[in-house]
């Protein structure tokens, strides 16, 4: 079993930034691959962008490239999210999520198996 545990949400105004931190502990966390996916009221989850293990590969959603950059400390088994030019429509849930597939796209909420509680963006115009 793996626990995620994310932090760092808060307001803050466009055009700033914010950087989100996901911490995990149960099984080795370089064993799976990670990712961040948001949900905004009455909408459904969005994928943001995921690593995979090694750290070597990542992928980002349409809506973030260039904004977003997802990495991962393997040995402090803490995944991040450093946002910057942040925009009102950024304002949602943020949720970490962990696979233990060994090869997939990482983009589809069934493709991960652990979930973190979330945390709450808010950026204001």
């Known amino acids: 079993q793996v626990q995620l545990v994310e932090s760092g949400g808060g307001l803050v105004q466009a055009g700033g930034s914010l950087s989100l931190s996901c911490a995990a502990s149960?099984?080795?966390?370089?064993?799976?691959?990670m990712g961040w996916f948001r949900q905004a009221p009455g909408k459904e989850r969005e994928f943001v962008a995921r690593?995979?293990?090694?750290?070597?590969?990542?992928y980002y959603g349409d809506s973030v490239k260039g904004r977003f950059t997802i990495s991962r400390d393997n040995a402090k088994n803490t995944l991040y999210l450093q946002m910057n030019s942040l925009k009102p429509e950024d304002t949602a849930v943020y949720y970490c999520?962990?696979?233990?597939?060994?090869?997939?796209?990482?983009?589809?909420?069934?493709?991960?198996?652990?979930w973190g509680q979330g945390t709450q963006v808010t950026v204001s115009s």
């Open positions: 690593i995979r293990w090694s750290g070597s590969s990542t």
């Open positions: 999520a962990a696979s233990s597939r060994v090869n997939s796209n990482y983009r589809y909420e069934s493709e991960f198996d652990y």
């Open positions: 149960g099984r080795t966390f370089t064993s799976y691959a």
